[in-house]
T-cell receptor, first 111, second 109 residues
């Protein structure tokens, strides 16, 4: 069974730009969660989508948004990028929210 | 507020030298405690889920245990390939995971 895939794997952007990251969950999984990982803050929850609806949200500014499509694939968007947004963005999928399986992540560098 | 504290921050072992990693937590209404392994530049790899105090799970050289306030990840006779960052996370309300900072394990041959 294929695992969680994320694209792109690496991104370099400049301050003020926006970025869209993509996540394809494990087949049959309907829940997709997004996390930000930085050396200083560790892994922090961004939001969770289930059946195209945002079900949970973390404490991140409104510049961070997401959506989920009918095939459970999810995208995350960050607008007006700041230097502090440089991080590894991880997507995790689960059948309905219990054990979550992570993808390889997208490493974003903001210059 | 849900909180997870892992100790030690880093651990260096000789091959074959068994040890334990600690994960203490405060959470209202624990739904599950999870252990993950993360290699540099990769996403966390799922290891175990524990649901209630007294539960134990094993996989190769790893054994995870859970009490009402903490979890331990016991590593028996570790090998260099066990070197990684081990992450503990709790799941309470909603489905979000709250992670600890991790323990960096280095096993030398």
């Amino acid at each position: 069974k294929a695992g969680v895939t994320q694209t792109p794997r690496y991104l370099i952007k400049t301050r003020g730009q926006q970025v869209t990251l993509s996540c394809s969950p494990i087949s049959g999984h309907r829940s997709v969660s997004w996390y930000q990982q930085t050396p200083g803050q560790g892994l922090q929850f961004l939001f969770e989508y289930f059946s195209e609806t945002q079900r949970n949200k973390g404490n991140f500014p409104g510049r961070f948004s997401g959506r989920q499509f009918s095939n459970s694939r999810s995208e995350m968007n960050v607008s007006t990028l700041e230097l502090g947004d440089s991080a590894l963005y991880l997507c995790a999928s689960s059948r309905s929210g219990e054990t979550q399986y992570f993808g390889p992540g997208t490493r974003l560098l903001v210059l | 507020e849900d909180q997870v504290t892992q100790s030690p921050e880093a651990l260096r072992l000789q091959e074959g030298e068994s040890s334990s990693l600690n994960c203490s937590y405060t959470v209202s209404g624990l739904r599950g405690l999870f252990w993950y392994r993360q290699d540099p530049g990769k996403g966390p790899e799922f290891l175990f889920t524990l649901y209630s105090a007294g539960e134990e799970k094993e996989k190769e050289r790893l054994k995870a245990t859970l009490t009402k306030k903490e979890s331990f990840l016991h590593i028996t006779a570790p090998k260099p390939e066990d070197s990684a960052t081990y992450l503990c996370a709790v799941q309470a309300s909603g489905n979000k995971l709250v992670f600890g900072a991790g323990t960096i394990l280095r096993v030398k041959s």
